[in-house]
């Protein structure tokens, strides 16, 4: 019999509001970390790797040093806690400074059973590094899994990083990271939730070094009865720090989507903007969308924009659609394509591309995925 | 670029006190005798006295969200008096008020404006009605305009029973429930089928007791058809002991009616005000709400519209400032039930001197709101890295024909601006007050001309200073 | 004259409250490429858009037969396939459209350029080639942080890899460097020599024309069609502006019955 434990605040943002729109927090119902540790030990294949000739170093540690540690992620504490108690596999990669690695360090969640990953990149000064995310299950009912990321950027660094989630329907997974971006360094993000049947996507990002950046974006697909559920955190700090956020996706069948997205412009963060944007399309009669975005300011020299569009897409958007020959249905589906075939166009490794191509087949068919392969060539030069 | 030094605001217009002396006080805290000793005195039906008991009761049950909102850590129930009251009765000629009563109105300016533009006034002085009068053509209309409680006594008890706290259940939140036992004074408008109201009517809440409460009841009918703008003004002199606010607003908008309503709120800075408005709106009726927050220590304030009926519509038009001290946390709710249903927001907020100001809002689209457009606006202007203002908008959206558009934008006043304008000639000092007023504008020109003018006045006072 | 590809006839449209087209005659043959220029705000762009069907419009009498088919009560996107293209002025922004996914899903929908994945990729590549358009392009959101250049670029791979039968530029020229000029305008000449394509150039502003062999030139002011003639036409309103036109028009309105509508001055261009 597996246990089972509710983490009753996952996904907190920053600033709440009424409890009645049921907004703030989700609830996620997971097995006991003890369980958890007992089926993920029977899988062979460690999640987080790189490449023979990579100089990052990877290593197993019992715990991530307390400068990860603190890093704030977007999931929150009760998450934080689990992931950190059920991760069999706790791994601490160091990129050292001023190296650019060639290949991406990838946190690969695609097995059967339960999977947990606490993971922590150091990327030292003026490195670049890519980090990949990939949590996709295939058969296993009442699979979950997880992966907490926690990143810190040293001065001058880059980091990207690529999440993608296509779990298939009867899974529930949990998305994990905090970033800390010290000064002028600098962090692009991509989500791609695709699938699952309950999700909890949460970034934190800290920008606390002057000149230090961010862009965000999340591209989801939320139908059948799945539930997404995402909190984006944005702090900036640092004096002339930079945000910009965008979200999109599409809701169809009896979905749920949950966004919340926070711009905390710190005091002190002066000469800083930031910027977030949501696009909703609802293309299903039971959907139910709630959108959250906050910008906390108590800095005067910034800018904060936040916007959000909900619902049928925009007049004008509509109608350019149809001056290229699509019907309102197919401008609809066109928008649901986008955002599989930008998870296959952008998919930085030969595996996240191969799940992101099993997610178009799955939800829009075999043909469809095919004719993508086809068309839209790896952005990476590389076999796994 | 230095920065405006910002003075306190000078409200000597608002800021005086008149004597209490054998004026009718109760006990201060709360209890079921001093429930029953309120209902007592106004010798109101027994489902009242009911109602109240039973708000008694849910407000010792409930609780403030412990994960949102301003601290009302500063207020102690068990130092508010929930009923003052001038011996005095009400009356309908200015000449029959007490004089210190009637001195305040005058200073405030009640009068005056009853005479050039209002078709009906009613004054309370903390917890009673003083005065309320209405022009004899509104009558002759069928037009009421009276006190609540004086209502509950004629021929519309009935109604007033079918609509009392039915908008605002008892449940809604823990000051609704206190509000529901203690309430005292306020307006009862009932505007007949296809009456069209030419001038305005507008009830003047002041709040001259130290450590006491006010929570009267506004509630106005809106017949199919008809049309009325309500004004509501509030003010108090400032202590240095806690005072609360907890009124009740209730309007329903019948099929094709309109109604306006018109606030603005300039309590003193020991002010709890933990109000709460909420309007119902039938087909092809519409809501328009004009809002100023400038005064109170602590604000809790969301007016609700309820768009209930195909095709209706509401406008929100909103603006708050905080100073030094205070913590406003204002915004408003809107849900979409009706087909067709429209819905604009638009807010501004600005805070300065470590002053706190939040835009709070909820849309909520249901299921069968096909069509129903919302658009919320809203914009903060910083004006000094001391001050916080926050912007918290919830959108849910449940129905797939629906299209609902939010921008929010936080930025400072732009140096740029400030150059240009000084380029022309302006001092510094002036060129911001000139950007403020402008950033405002678009809100006070939807007020009554008097209290554009005052409201005008206000930020002007607030802006007004050395540059340092 | 060549065949008769589109005919309007004694088009009056606008908006719900305001008249904005006043009895207009166009004809354009198959392979001609005609500029309509005027003034701003005298209904040029709204020309564009009620060939194309924009709902914003709607059309009071008249009608619009295009390949011999009456499309004055088509939707959009029926007129789109049908063979008309309306290359935009400012694009809209399509966020979470990668541009790839938007191309490939208005050619499957043509069944005269279904193509494999395989020939689609190249066609599109040597598209992107021809206009200097980075690839790297073609997995961003369509038209999102795009330069106004960019966009225009965007329009101009629409237009080679749909082939319309007829495109409307609506001031395809403005905003553009001399180096993205020279792209567009190359692009505009290889629409018309490769594919027989027809064009009605909107604008008002002469510059991009000196790349472009012109038919036919229509003077629009105040929502009439003032004046047509031949590329010769152009030179002449270089040199004297629009104002004779405006003369003419204002006192041909002075003359409509009382109680027409008003002028269409004030109308915004799109």
């Given at each position: 019999m597996t246990e089972f434990q509710t983490l009753e605040h996952v996904n907190v943002p920053p600033a709440q509001t009424w409890n009645y729109l049921h907004t703030n927090v989700i609830a996620m119902k997971v097995p006991a970390p003890d369980q958890v540790r007992a089926e993920y030990m029977e899988q062979t294949s460690p999640a987080v790797t790189c490449f023979a000739a990579c100089p990052a170093s990877i290593d197993a540690v019992e715990q991530l040093p307390e400068e990860l540690l603190a890093i704030e992620t977007g999931v929150g504490d009760d998450a934080n806690e689990w992931i950190a108690a059920s991760a069999t596999e706790t791994t601490l990669v160091n990129v050292p400074a001023g190296t650019n690695l060639e290949r991406p360090i990838v946190v690969d969640l695609s097995g059967d059973g339960v999977a947990v990953a606490h993971t922590g990149v150091s990327i030292g000064k003026g490195a670049r590094a890519t980090i990949v995310v990939i949590a996709s299950a295939s058969h296993k009912v009442e699979t979950v899994s997880a992966s907490l990321l926690r990143v810190l950027i040293e001065e001058d660094a880059h980091a990207d990083i690529f999440e993608l989630v296509a779990m298939g329907n009867p899974k529930q997974h949990i998305e994990g990271v905090g970033i800390e971006c010290r000064k002028d360094a600098s962090v692009n993000i991509q989500q791609y939730?695709?699938?699952?049947q309950t999700s909890a996507v949460g970034l934190a990002a800290n920008l606390v070094g002057d000149r230090s950046s961010l862009t965000l974006s999340l591209h989801y697909l939320v139908g059948s009865q799945q539930t997404l559920d995402c909190n984006h955190i944005v702090r900036q700090r640092g004096r002339n720090t930079r945000c910009v956020i965008d979200e999109s996706g599409v809701l169809s069948d009896k979905a749920t989507k949950t966004l919340k997205a926070t711009i905390d412009l710190i005091r002190g963060c002066k000469g800083s903007k930031g910027r977030e944007q949501e696009t909703v399309v609802l293309a299903g009669d039971d959907v139910v969308n709630k959108t959250l975005p906050v910008i906390l300011c108590d800095e005067e020299e910034v800018q904060g924009d936040h916007g959000a569009t909900i619902g049928s897409m925009s007049a004008e958007q509509l109608q350019y659609l149809r001056n290229r020959g699509l019907t309102e249905e197919q401008a609809e589906d066109l928008f649901r394509h986008a955002v599989a075939d930008g998870a296959v166009i952008h998919a930085p490794t030969p595996k996240a591309r191969k799940v992101a191509l099993q997610a178009v087949a799955q939800i829009f068919g075999k043909d469809i995925a095919e004719d993508l392969a086809e068309i839209v060539q790896p952005s990476f030069g590389f076999d796994e | 670029m230095s920065k405006t030094k910002v003075q306190d605001v000078d409200r000597s217009m608002y800021d005086f006190i008149k004597p209490e002396e054998g004026y009718e006080r109760f006990e201060d805290g709360l209890t079921p005798e001093i429930v029953r000793a309120i209902s007592e005195k106004k010798d109101e039906p027994d489902w009242m006295l009911e109602l109240r008991l039973k708000g008694l009761k849910k407000y010792h049950e409930m609780s403030m969200p412990a994960n949102w909102g301003p601290s009302i850590e500063g207020l102690d129930m068990d130092h508010i008096s929930t009923y003052v009251s001038p011996k005095t009765e009400q009356a309908s000629s200015w000449d029959d008020v007490p004089e210190d009563v009637k001195d305040t109105f005058e200073k405030l300016g009640i009068p005056e404006a009853e005479r050039s533009y209002l078709a009906g006034v009613g004054a309370q002085y903390d917890s009673e009605l003083v005065y309320h009068s209405m022009q004899d053509s509104a009558a002759k209309q069928g037009v009421v305009y009276s006190g609540i409680e004086e209502a509950l006594h004629g021929p519309f008890e009935d109604m007033i029973r079918e609509h009392f706290m039915k908008l605002v259940p008892i449940t809604d939140h823990k000051f609704a429930a206190l509000h529901a036992a203690v309430w005292s004074g306020g307006s009862f408008v009932y505007v007949p089928e296809g009456v069209q109201m030419e001038y305005p009517l507008q009830s003047y809440f002041r709040l001259n007791a130290k450590g006491a409460g006010q929570f009267e009841h506004t509630l106005i009918i809106v017949e199919p058809g008809a049309n009325l703008h309500f004004i509501e003004g509030c003010s108090a002199p400032k202590y240095n002991v806690a005072n609360l606010h907890a009124g009740c607003v209730e309007l329903f908008v019948g099929k094709g009616a309109r109604l306006r309503y018109s606030t603005i709120e300039n309590w003193s800075k020991n002010m709890y005000n933990l109000n709460t408005k909420r309007s119902r709106i039938e087909e092809d009726g519409v809501m328009e709400w004009v809002s100023g927050s400038f005064g109170s220590h602590v604000s809790y304030l969301y007016p609700t519209t309820i768009l209930a009926g195909d095709r209706s519509s509401c406008e929100f038009t909103g603006i708050t400032f905080a100073g030094k001290t205070q913590n406003l946390d204002t915004g408003c709710k809107v849900i979409l039930n009706g087909k067709d249903t429209k819905a604009s927001v638009s807010t501004k907020s600005l805070s300065k001197d470590g002053g706190i100001s939040t835009f709070r809002s909820s849309i909520v689209v249901n299921k069968h709101a096909e069509n129903a457009l919302a658009t919320v606006s809203c914009q903060s202007l910083m004006i000094d890295d001391i001050s916080r203002s926050d912007t918290i908008p919830a959108m849910d959206v449940r129905c797939q024909s629906a299209s609902v558009g939010h921008e929010a934008t936080i930025g400072s006043i732009s140096d740029d601006t400030v150059f240009y304008l000084m380029s022309r000639g302006c001092s510094e000092d002036e060129a911001r007050t000139m950007v403020v007023n402008g950033f405002a504008n678009p809100i006070s020109k939807e007020l009554p001309l008097e209290y554009a003018a005052e409201m005008n006045n206000l930020i002007k006072l607030e802006m007004e200073g050395a540059i340092g | 004259m060549a065949e008769e590809l589109l005919t309007i006839s004694d088009l009056t449209a606008g908006t719900e409250d305001k008249t904005i087209l006043h009895d207009v005659n166009l004809t354009i043959g198959r392979g001609e490429s005609h500029v309509l220029m005027g003034p701003n705000g005298t209904g040029k762009s709204t020309l564009g858009h009620v060939i194309m069907g924009d709902p914003v419009y709607k059309v009071a009498s008249g009608k619009i037969v295009f390949d011999g088919e009456d499309i004055t009560e088509k939707t959009a996107d029926k007129r789109s396939l049908a063979g008309i293209f309306l290359s935009y002025q400012a694009p809209v922004e399509v966020p979470g459209v990668p541009l790839y996914t938007f191309l490939r899903t208005i050619s499957q929908m043509r069944p005269e350029l279904k193509m494999t994945p395989k020939n689609f990729r190249k066609r599109v590549s040597e598209l992107a080639a021809q206009l200097s358009i980075d690839e790297e392009f073609l997995g961003r959101d369509l038209n999102v942080g795009f330069s106004g250049g960019e966009k225009k670029k965007i329009e101009m791979l629409q237009l080679l890899l749909l082939q319309p039968k007829l495109a409307i530029l609506d001031e395809t020229d403005s905003g553009l460097d001399v180096d993205a000029l020279s792209v567009v305008s190359r692009a505009i000449s290889s629409y018309m020599s490769d594919y027989n394509g027809s064009i009605l150039l909107i604008t008002h502003n002469t510059r991009i024309l000196e790349h472009v062999d012109v038919d036919k030139t229509h003077v629009m002011t105040h929502g009439h069609i003032v004046e047509t003639g031949d590329a010769s036409l152009i030179a002449t309103i270089e040199q004297q502006g629009f104002e004779s036109y405006e003369k003419e028009a204002a006192a041909e309105l002075a003359d409509e019955a009382e109680g027409a509508p008003e002028g269409a001055d004030a109308v915004a261009e799109h």
């Open positions: 939730a695709l699938s699952a | - | -």
